[in-house]
């Protein structure tokens, strides 16, 4: 079985930095994991992609340049640093994986397997 845990969320001032860490036990069931997150009374939105092998990462348009997915094979962890926070990325963070063959990674379904999520919010 997977689980995923996230961690390092918390409260930060805009421009600040987070970094969120994922820890995946079991995750040589997946091949690939990423972060959506989602803010009050709006629906779950794409963060960031990558996968367990090779270099391939993909990103939400409007976060590029601002936020870096990367992953550590040895420890099993996927992390998210979050640098020029702005307070409209406030939400609730997720960590997602899954194994699915022809994926499109900005769609929850696509993912088997979820966290618990992590907090973060920025203030002004």
């Known amino acids: 079985q997977v689980q995923l845990v996230e961690s390092g969320g918390g409260l930060v001032q805009a421009g600040g930095s987070l970094r969120l860490s994922c820890a995946a036990s079991g995750r040589t069931f997946t091949t690939y994991v990423s972060w959506f997150r989602q803010a009050p009374g709006k629906e779950r939105e794409f963060v960031a992609f990558?996968?367990?092998?090779?270099?391939?990462?993909y990103y939400a348009d409007s976060l590029k340049g601002r936020f870096t997915i990367s992953r550590d094979n040895a420890k099993n962890t996927v992390y998210l640093q979050m640098n020029s926070l702005k307070p409209e990325d406030t939400a609730v963070y997720y960590c997602?994986?899954?194994?699915?063959?022809?994926?499109?990674?900005?769609?929850?379904?696509?993912?088997?397997?979820w966290g618990q999520g992590t907090q973060v919010t920025v203030s002004t």
């Open positions: 990558i996968r367990w092998t090779g270099f391939s990462t």
């Open positions: 997602a994986a899954g194994s699915r063959g022809g994926i499109k990674a900005t769609d929850p379904v696509g993912y088997e397997f």
